[in-house]
């Protein structure tokens, strides 16, 4: 990102280990960081870092309000860790940021959960502003939140990251609709040797084996020309469709559009993305972050 002139980041990921935290620190060389985080050991490491470095970085504090992924879950565990933050050479404490991967369910549903977290948020702005510890950016949201946002009490900064192309759950949720999907995957019919079956040459090599967050939660994604069948189950390369409730008569060398359950993790399998408009291709784009894990 750094290398395509963007210039301020944030990291909404715990950076630990000193393998991590130097390149952190040279990457702050170049470009504004902010890292996300919810223990001192964390934020020590960084420290030591970017003091050797001679960098700064900017750092929230994660709330879990709700999702139990990552995140503190008592306020005054917050603003203690912030005041710690806040004392350590290299660092300055930004904020707070939450992530609510719960919201994952329909409007109503969302409304009950929403309110909790305003109850979380609220308890946590007065504990901060009773210590005299300023918060300067509340980073909240998601794809599922993004239209919502500002009914997240304090929230000056949201994050929607699936809404760029948005997937099959994404959809499944009413956070988007299925003429909202912008990524499909183009596969190719390679078998219907058995019966009521067809067989697509994408597994999980292709699609992840994310399974559908919503609905009833079958099948690895939707088949544009055809709803009534499921892809059932995923090999390495293969995709194993039902067509027992499909009208369809399926031959070998048919084209189908997928649109995947998760589209972040398909992306992450491919080296291009092809931008299409019409039948006609427009663009290629490479996946610069793929395979990126160290």
Request: aromatic share 6%; glycine share 10%; proline share 3%.
């Amino acid at each position: 990102m750094v290398d395509a002139g963007i210039t301020d980041i944030l990291i909404a990921y715990p950076i630990v280990g000193p393998d991590k935290a130097k390149r952190l620190a040279q990457i702050a060389e170049r470009a504004t960081i902010v890292v996300s985080l919810d223990s001192e050991e964390a934020a020590v490491s960084i420290s030591e870092a970017v003091s050797r470095q001679g960098t700064k970085v900017g750092i929230l504090v994660e709330l879990d309000v709700g999702f139990h992924r990552c995140g503190l879950v008592n306020e005054d565990d917050a603003v203690r860790l912030a005041k710690k933050i806040a004392a350590l050479p290299g660092l300055e404490f930004k904020g707070l940021m939450f992530f609510p991967g719960h919201f994952g369910v329909g409007p109503e549903q969302r409304i009950a959960l929403r309110n909790e977290v305003n109850g979380f948020l609220d308890r946590t702005f007065e504990v901060f502003e009773r210590e005299g510890v300023p918060l300067s950016i509340i980073s909240g949201g998601s794809t599922p939140t993004a239209y919502e946002s500002s009914l997240f009490h304090g929230v000056n900064e949201t994050r929607p990251g699936t809404y760029i192309f948005n997937d099959r759950t994404t959809a499944g949720i009413s956070a988007a609709s299925l003429d909202d999907c912008a990524l499909s995957v183009l596969v190719t019919v390679v078998s219907t040797s058995v019966p009521g079956r067809a067989i697509i040459d994408g597994g999980s090599k292709t699609f992840s084996s994310d399974r559908y967050q919503a609905e009833d939660g079958l099948g690895f994604g939707l088949i544009k020309e055809d709803q009534a069948a499921e892809i059932e189950r995923l090999s390495e390369e293969h995709g194993h469709m039902n067509i027992t409730r499909s009208a369809r008569r399926y031959k070998v060398g048919e084209r189908l559009s997928v649109i995947p359950n998760h589209v972040c993790t398909t992306v992450n399998m491919h080296d291009e993305i092809y931008g299409v408009r019409g039948e006609r291709v427009e663009a290629v784009w490479r996946v610069e972050g793929r395979g990126k894990v160290r």
